[in-house]
């Protein structure tokens, strides 16, 4: 399947000042379409900050938000706190969106494999359930751009594989372009095309191969992080979908 | 029966309608301790509506919004916990209120201010419940869907394309225009109440927001007519009445064996 690497969205030169504090230093990353990017980097290392500026939802103390215009953006934040006192089924946290098109909310929950959730109290999910519930949700936006903020925060290692195929899928059929954070490194670096190495600015960044060389990536995770990485990689030159299937290798070149 | 009672059935049951589904976002959103400030700020409201010479319920209404957009900017600033900045809000507004009234010479019967007078409700007032209730309503069932949203998570929403800020404003100005109406029933000090009680005791056997909310008004309205038939026969007061029945209700409502709803 091929895609065109059309940016999508672009940050350019991005600063952030709390306080006296530098949270983003001249932060420059592009987004691409049919382009899994992933952004990696320590704790309060100002991904998540990173990605509320491309939404809009922080204003940069200086720096360039371009998307393309009319740009539809699906996200799916870090964790939903609803109050336990809040009686919301998966069904109507769905009709929550701006989204009315109840066939439209079905094919999207069995896109995700979550179509048994319909009538399931949205308290009683589980943490991988919930996952796919809001990303059911983001999907219902048509996205041309996905961002995901953790999106397996609180699965265990099976259902972490299972997300992360199952968002590679979304794309190769969607041809959408996809964001995410993360700070787990050798899991995401199969599912990922670009990745984005921050620590308030730019480590590093390319090819998941490419970075994990890379010293700066080394000096971010230490020697036992990049290690653990190149095992995985030696081990690994394929990747599996859920059913155990061997999934054929995509790659986005875009420099 | 007598024309008063009539007159406080009539008002009460239209004051439960409106804050039980309000009260239904107050319990979801945490803003038990919210409501509570900005009741709080409703003496101070009447103190200002004798001093302007205006209709004292717009003043109310007025005080209270003033009073939360205070809040907000204050909470922008991190200075302080939010709970300890409502709680300095709350009681210095009342304070400043009892000030203001007796500096004024306002003659004023603070009882019925503190813990409502529901036996009084004239028809004047009734005109002020319904017309008001009616606009509450209305607004709410306008806004329900993206008050629902900015309710499970305002960043979601507005990447959605909701207007948060606006909805958040909507919800404050909606709260704020029960507390005046709601006063005359059971008094500033026990508004929250009405608020929280019907809505905490309709949870138990809702499913679904909307559920919840006409749940909350149905409770509202029993604890209403249980609590006037308790102050007809008991002799006690109204307004601390319709309170106490509410709390029986929640307390009932947690005994009874009840399927688990969503």
Redesign the interface.
């Known amino acids: 399947m091929s895609h065109s690497h059309e940016p999508l969205a672009t940050l350019s030169n991005i600063n952030l000042q709390f306080g006296s504090t530098q949270v983003l230093q001249q932060v420059t990353v592009e987004f691409h379409r049919g382009c899994i990017t992933t952004l990696i980097g320590p704790n309060g290392a100002g991904k998540t900050t990173l990605v509320r500026v491309l939404l809009g939802l922080q204003q940069p103390t200086s720096g360039v938000v371009w998307q393309q215009p009319g740009l539809r953006i699906g996200y799916m934040p870090q964790k939903l706190q609803i109050d336990k006192t809040f009686p919301l089924t998966v069904k109507r946290f769905l009709e929550t969106s701006q989204c009315r098109d109840k066939s439209k909310m079905r094919s999207a929950l069995s896109d995700v494999g979550a179509q048994n959730l319909w009538k399931q109290s949205i308290h009683d999910l589980s943490g991988g359930e919930m996952q796919r519930v809001m990303l059911a949700r983001a999907l219902l936006r048509d996205p041309e751009l996905l961002v995901l903020d953790e999106p397996v925060q609180g699965v265990d290692i099976n259902g972490q594989l299972e997300l992360y195929s199952l968002i590679e899928r979304i794309r190769d059929q969607r041809g959408c372009g996809v964001v995410m954070i993360s700070h787990d490194l050798h899991l995401v670096m199969a599912a990922t095309d670009h990745v984005v190495c921050i620590n308030q600015h730019v480590c590093c960044s390319g090819h998941p191969e490419h970075v994990t060389n890379d010293p700066a990536f080394m000096e971010l995770f230490g020697p036992r992080g990049a290690e653990q990485l190149a095992i995985y990689n030696h081990q690994h030159n394929h990747r599996h979908n859920v059913h155990g299937d061997i999934v054929t290798s995509h790659n986005c070149e875009h420099h | 029966m007598d024309s008063f009672l009539i007159y406080a059935l009539i008002g009460g049951l239209g004051v439960a309608a409106i804050a039980g589904p309000l009260g239904a976002f107050v ?4 803003m038990a301790y919210f409501g509570d400030t900005l009741a709080h700020s409703a003496l101070l409201g009447v103190a200002l509506g004798f001093l302007l010479e205006i209709n004292l319920n717009l003043a109310i209404i007025a005080c209270c919004v003033g009073l939360s957009l205070l809040l907000v900017s204050l909470q922008r600033q991190h200075l302080i916990a939010t709970d300890t900045l409502l709680g300095i809000m709350a009681h210095s507004a009342l304070s400043l209120g009892l000030v203001a009234v007796a500096l004024l010479e306002i003659r004023l019967d603070l009882m019925a201010y503190l813990f409502g007078d529901l036996l009084a409700i004239g028809p004047q007032q009734l005109l002020w419940i319904y017309g008001g209730g009616a606009l509450v309503l209305l607004l709410l069932y306008k806004l329900w ?1 993206p008050l ?2 900015i ?3 305002e ?2 929403a ?5 207007k948060v800020g606006r909805i958040r404003l909507s919800l404050m100005l909606l709260i704020a225009m029960v507390i005046a109406i709601a006063m005359k029933i059971v008094g500033l000090l026990l508004i929250t109440s009405l608020l929280i009680i019907p ?2 005791t309709a ?1 138990r056997v ?4 909307e ?2 909310a006409i749940g909350a008004a149905v409770c509202g309205c029993l604890a209403v007519t249980g609590g006037l038939l308790l102050s007809w026969y008991g002799d006690t007061p109204a307004g601390p009445s319709v309170v106490v029945i509410a709390l029986l209700l929640f307390i009932a409502s947690y005994l009874l064996p009840l399927r688990q ?2």
């Open positions: 319990v979801w959103r945490r869907q629902l949203a309710t499970i998570n960043e979601l507005k990447v959605e394309g909701v809505a905490a949870r809702a499913s679904s927001p559920q919840m709803p969503a």
